[in-house]
């Protein structure tokens, strides 16, 4: 097991349908907060807005944690912000200098997508059970990528010349969720914020669009996490990516 207060247990798989899949299913047997799967490659991979993830055997981290929020529900979106911050902390430790972070919660590198999260939240028997799964690519695919991806996706060995290991990453990741989580909780939030806006420039300033044509200026996060624009008729917190027509970064 890895050494980190969050992390109750780990299961390592070398294949699976959906890493967040099996972790709901912990959570349905009663798995304590802190459980973690692990796999080295998916069948059924997926992200955000029902989309597929590609994930083959031998060039990514596909990994999901068990967490179980407390706070009010108004403020589990916070979560996201820790999420994404976790998935930057994890590339940016192994030498991707330059990866910064699109709200939500992807992670890029010029432009690129070298990591994302897709964080699942459902009512279970003791309360509020968040599912959160990562895919970072630690190197291009065999063969490269598929025609779909070919220049919007980027790895860690792209990025910073080295491929970094599975377990050490998976570790860097640990570790830094284990960080933003307990700062959060500690009532760190506006220390969680400020760094999100550090290494999410376009946070603030961005022209967007918004789903019914209505044209805004970013301005930063509101308390619980939603992106905060700026509109003709008035500030309008966006709680997800879905919400935005297009973005100009």
């Known amino acids: 097991m890895i050494d980190v207060p969050l992390v109750r247990r780990v299961v390592v798989l070398e294949t699976t349908g959906s ?15 802190g459980t973690v799967v692990l796999a080295r490659s998916q069948t059924a991979g997926r992200g955000r807005l029902g989309r597929s993830w590609h994930s083959p055997e031998g060039s990514g981290l596909y990994l999901s944690i068990l967490l179980r929020p407390e706070e009010p529900l108004d ?10 911050l976790a998935a930057l ?7 991707a200098d330059a990866a910064r972070i699109k ?8 432009r690129r997508k070298v990591a994302g999260v897709l964080a699942e939240l459902r009512s279970g028997i003791g309360g509020a ?3 959160a799964g990562f895919g970072i690519n630690l190197g291009p695919p065999a063969g490269g990528y598929p025609a779909e991806l070919a220049g919007r996706a980027t790895s860690l ?35 969680v914020r400020d760094a999100f806006v550090r290494y999410a420039p ?14 805004g200026t970013t301005r930063g996060l509101d308390d619980a996490g939603a992106l905060l624009v700026a ?19």
Do not use: K, M
């Open 19 to 33: 890493t967040n899949d099996d972790a709901r299913r912990l959570a349905q047997e009663g798995a304590p907060e």
């Open 75 to 84: 403020r589990i979106g916070r979560y996201s912000i820790v999420l994404a």
């Open 129 to 131: 059970e968040l599912v």
């Open 157 to 191: 060995a792209d990025a910073s010349g080295r491929a970094p290991s599975f377990e050490q990453t998976a570790e860097g990741l640990l570790r830094a969720l284990d960080h933003w989580v307990a700062c959060l909780r500690g009532g760190g939030w506006d220390e």
């Open 202 to 215: 376009s946070v603030q300033g961005a022209n967007v669009t918004l789903r019914g044509g209505a044209a």
């Open 231 to 249: 509109t003709a008729s008035g500030l309008v917190s966006v709680h997800g990516g879905e919400s935005l027509e297009s973005w100009e970064a």
């Open 103 to 110: 709200w939500p919660n992807d992670v890029l590198v010029e």
């Open 89 to 95: 902390s994890a590339c940016r430790a192994v030498g």
